[in-house]
């Protein structure tokens, strides 16, 4: 009885963390289409592989960062769950009731779940950038050093959007959208809590959070081009 309880009580976290893999791993858009395919076929400038580096080096540290955050507590969880539960102090063996290994299993799952579904999303963007890296012209990419130094300490190597031959790359979680400024038609946005909040409309609608300082280079680009 208990068990059918946890599982509904985790029912709609677990169905969530299932449908955000589907359309950030699975469900895939032109743009990460080729990204699947592409392989680093040529050196970098120095000044362009210095900065991969310093992107690596941020994947990395974030990883660790996310690790320690989602499984220490974890860890925590269990060992309270299993110390609260020890039949006999002394023994050799701790026998662990159905209702508490179904409690460890559910908070496991969604955790394991999220934690890879972050990790796969910051490869996907390392090699995003390495892409863009390789095409885009020395312009684009002093255009690119300037949005790095406009974002928070936390961010630097982690842009959400990238200017390159003329296209608009903006990365948001579940996805990386490739849009050609010339088709936006509309753009909205508002002062929020964290940052700007962006509306823009071309081919689909398209959502972001810019922080602010970054917020006027955005804007140059789509004053610069789009039909609005």
């Not at 580096?53 to 690790?67: C, F, S």
């Not at 662990?96 to 290994?101: L, T």
């Not at 903006?170 to 959208?177: E, G, K, M, N, S």
């Amino acid at each position: 009885m208990y068990d059918i309880l946890y599982v509904i009580s985790f029912a709609p976290l677990l169905l969530f963390v299932i449908v955000f893999l589907y359309f950030t791993i699975v469900h895939k858009n032109a743009f990460e289409k080729k990204l699947v395919l592409f392989q680093p076929y040529r050196e970098l400038p120095q000044s362009r592989e210095a900065y991969m580096k310093k992107v690596h080096k941020y994947r990395k540290y974030a990883n660790i960062t996310l690790t320690l955050m989602f499984y220490l507590p974890l860890c925590i969880f269990m060992l309270v769950m299993l110390k609260e539960n020890y039949e006999e102090i002394g023994r050799l063996y701790i026998t662990i009731p159905d209702d508490v290994k179904m409690l460890i299993l559910l908070a496991l799952v969604p955790v394991v779940a999220v934690h890879y579904l972050i990790s796969y999303v910051l490869k996907r963007n390392e090699k995003a950038y390495r892409m863009l890296l390789e095409q885009m012209s020395n312009t684009d990419f002093e255009f690119l050093l300037k949005i790095k130094d406009s974002l928070p300490f936390i961010s630097k190597y982690n842009p959400p959007f990238v200017w390159c031959n003329n296209q608009l790359y903006i990365f948001l979680f579940y996805a990386i959208r490739e849009i050609d400024p010339t088709k936006i038609i509309a753009m909205n946005w508002s002062n929020g809590k964290n940052g700007i909040f962006v509306r823009l409309k071309a081919s689909e609608n398209t959502i972001i959070t810019l922080p602010r300082n970054s917020f006027p280079y955005f804007l140059q680009i789509i004053e610069k081009y789009a039909k609005i």
